[in-house]
């Protein structure tokens, strides 16, 4: 192995730790959040998340002299971002409240699948039938889960599946938005989408917020901290390894999740979710692989 060698695969190997390390602080963020809507309205939790979260990113920015308030904030590709964002953001919530974390956190993992999908309508990315195909197969397999001829399924069910369009949308949105705008002006935009959707939620919600306890203000300050560190952790992994190396290690994001759910919320995870859940991964590493063998 050569030194350039050697160093490729140290720096893949960080990159990935880095991933993993995302994808438990998200996980752990979620289940806080989750707990936290069993016992406060779901708009207090969005909006005073977001502000919390949007004071914590703006102090960073400020720290690392990077601007917030600029033109860029208001581009058609941001406003646009701003959109999928709220929508992404209050459905996903709304999720995690309502429906299981297990179900909820496999549901996203098809982000990268619609992704794909997105690029090729909307940015014209030439994508052959193979992954066409693998698209495809991941959908079914979010069917599967979603179990939607079982007794259990009802309109709520489908809240995952609009929070992850809405991210996806995002996601493709992002690619547009103008490279001024830093990793920490966009949380800062992230999070004020946040308070936007607990606002809007709100009016149709009608319920009053509750003042919160220690116990309650400590979970909500431990969501934004694991929500910081997870963000971080991600653009790290992405900016140390190989792309192709560091994202599969994005899906460890649903053994977290589907652990969490099992462990602290006494969720169950049967034969045909395993089966829908393993349809989504396949599916998303193939067209992950197969993507790099095109490049």
């Known amino acids: 192995m050569t030194d350039i060698e050697g160093e490729e695969t140290r720096a893949n190997l960080i990159g990935s730790l880095w991933m993993v390390l995302a994808m438990i602080g998200f996980a752990i963020e979620d289940a806080l959040l989750k707990g936290l809507t069993i016992s406060q309205p779901v708009a207090q939790v969005l909006v005073t998340f977001g502000v919390v979260g949007l004071v914590a990113f703006a102090i960073i920015a400020n ?3 990077e601007p917030v308030l600029i033109r860029a904030a208001i581009s058609p590709a941001m406003c646009v971002r701003y959109v999928f964002e709220i929508g992404g953001r209050l459905f996903y919530v709304l999720a995690l409240a309502l429906t ?26 030439t994508v052959g039938w193979r992954r066409w195909s693998a698209v495809g197969f991941g959908l079914i397999g979010v069917l599967v889960v979603l179990k939607p001829a079982g007794d259990s399924f009802t309109i709520l069910s489908i809240l995952a599946v609009l929070g992850m369009l809405g991210f996806a949308g995002r996601d493709l949105a992002s690619r547009a938005a103008p490279a001024a705008l830093s990793t920490s002006a966009l949380g800062v935009y992230g999070f004020l989408s946040l308070i936007i959707a607990g606002s809007l939620y709100g009016f149709w919600e009608q319920r009053p917020f509750v003042a919160p306890t220690g116990e309650e203000i400590a979970v909500l300050g431990a969501a934004v901290v694991f929500g ?37 919320f006494g969720e169950s995870v049967d034969l045909q ?21 095109v490049a």
């Not at 299981?100 to 990315?125: C, D, K, R």
């Open 100 to 125: 299981p974390l297990s179900s909820t956190t496999a549901i996203l993992q098809a982000t990268p699948i619609v992704l794909v999908a997105g690029a090729a309508l909307f940015f014209g990315e």
């Open 228 to 264: 910081i560190v997870a963000y971080s952790s991600l653009m790290l992994a992405m900016r140390t390894g190989e792309v192709s190396a560091v994202a599969p290690f994005r899906y460890s994001r649903l053994l977290f999740g589907i652990g969490l759910g099992v462990l602290w």
């Open 63 to 65: 720290l690392r002299r």
């Open 273 to 293: 979710m395993v089966i829908g859940c393993t349809m989504i991964v396949v599916s998303g590493l193939y067209i992950l692989w197969r993507g790099k063998r």
